[in-house]
């Protein structure tokens, strides 16, 4: 098996040469270490809690499907306040890779090279190479999604043009202006 290096905190390469027939479990409970690292990846305060359970099947011919969910507790900043905001993430993973020169890899494209993509059907297989893949980077791209891009705290609101109309915002330099107005 060759070394499989990943940019993921919570890489978890596996060696599909030999997957079992039923498959094979993976549970990914990510340790304090880990967290930080996606939260600094992901731009949170924190991830309080990260599991992945996957399952690793061969699919069709030579192709490998990876299937489970992704749970998170995650804390990011409120982007009204910049308050703690706390999070559930609970994403399904599915995804399915084929080796590079696999045949069905290459099925979805047109004579002049190009791919169609159905926009409503299911994501297309990715390719790989070698004999091992990182479902845990999977997971993670998963748990991305999962993230609420816009947090924002109960009751915050921005202020809107309405209220800037309402009560005008006097600076300092206004204010001593109007003082010293007063007083010619």
């Known amino acids: 098996m060759k070394n499989v290096q990943t940019d993921s905190p919570v890489g ?4 599909v040469a030999r997957l079992p027939q039923k498959g094979m479990p993976v549970l990914i409970d990510a340790d304090a270490a880990q967290r ?12 309080e809690r990260y599991r992945a359970d996957l399952l690793v099947t061969k699919w069709k ?3 490998i499907k990876v ?15 910049l308050e703690p905001v706390t999070a559930s993430i609970d994403e399904d993973v599915e995804g399915v890779f084929l080796p590079e020169e696999s045949k069905l890899g ?11 993509l159905d926009a409503e059907g299911p994501d297309g297989p990715e390719t790989f190479t070698g004999d091992t893949i990182d479902v845990g980077a999977l997971a993670e791209e998963f748990f991305g ?15 809107s043009a309405a209220d800037a109309e309402a009560e005008p915002i006097e600076s300092e330099f206004q204010k001593k202006l109007r ?5 010619l």
């Open 12 to 15: 978890y390469p596996v060696n």
């Open 36 to 47: 930080a690292a996606l939260a600094g990846a992901h731009g949170l305060l924190s991830v």
């Open 145 to 159: 999604l999962g993230i609420d891009p816009y947090p924002r705290k109960t009751g915050a609101a921005a202020p």
């Open 61 to 63: 011919r030579n192709g």
């Open 67 to 81: 299937s489970g969910r992704v749970e998170a507790e995650i804390t990011q900043a409120c982007i009204v306040t």
């Open 106 to 116: 290459r099925q979805g494209f047109n004579a002049a090279g190009e791919i169609l």
């Open 179 to 183: 003082l010293i107005s007063k007083k």
